[in-house]
């Protein structure tokens, strides 16, 4: 069975997770990486596993505009982002990702992961003063010296072995006619 590893990456931070994903899945099975920037794959795997960078609280244009194309597939979906992993801002983000492809696919798993950001983002936030969401308030501060270093490896690892594990339990459920339904169950 072919994996593909599909991202939109800003500053590498994405990037470094679906490198992760992607390293270890193809230990298990035939798999690819493919960058967006690098233009828009041929989906030509049976399990796709998207990975985006949350903006406005949800996946960047880019892989949101190509979620939405992705049709008859098992999908894992993946992000980034800034705020807390298990803020409710970033649970309504994962979610706004799988709200996009799983009308037209099976969604097998998700993953949120802390990223960090950029520090010319950061630089720009300083220069609103300390009061506000986008500014650089103590609390912020603490948050993006924590966060600077994130996606840790740990988090990677645990990224692959969500997926690697979704993957097989994913046959598991095809070769007994079972319709796996994942994170869509309630
Ligand atoms: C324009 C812009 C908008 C962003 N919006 C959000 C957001 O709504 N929520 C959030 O938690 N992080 C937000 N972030 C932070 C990024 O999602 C985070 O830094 C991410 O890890 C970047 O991934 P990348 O290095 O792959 O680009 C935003 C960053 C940028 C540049």
Redo the contacts with the bound molecule.
Sequence with gaps: MKIQVI???????????ARAVADETAKKYECSLHNLKDGTPTLDGEVILL????????P?KEMKQFMETVEGKAVGVF??????AD?A??IH?IEAGIDCVKEKNIVIGSYI??????E??IEMFRKNGKEGTHSASPENEIRWKV?AN??TKAECDLGAERFIERIWIYEEHKKQNLIFKSVLLN
């Design positions: 991202y939109s990456s800003l500053s590498g931070r994405t990037e470094k997770l990975g985006y960078w949350v903006d406005k609280g949800g960047n992000c980034t982002l800034g705020a807390y803020s801002h970033a983000s992961c802390n990223g960090a950001l950029s010319k983002i966060m994130h996606p």
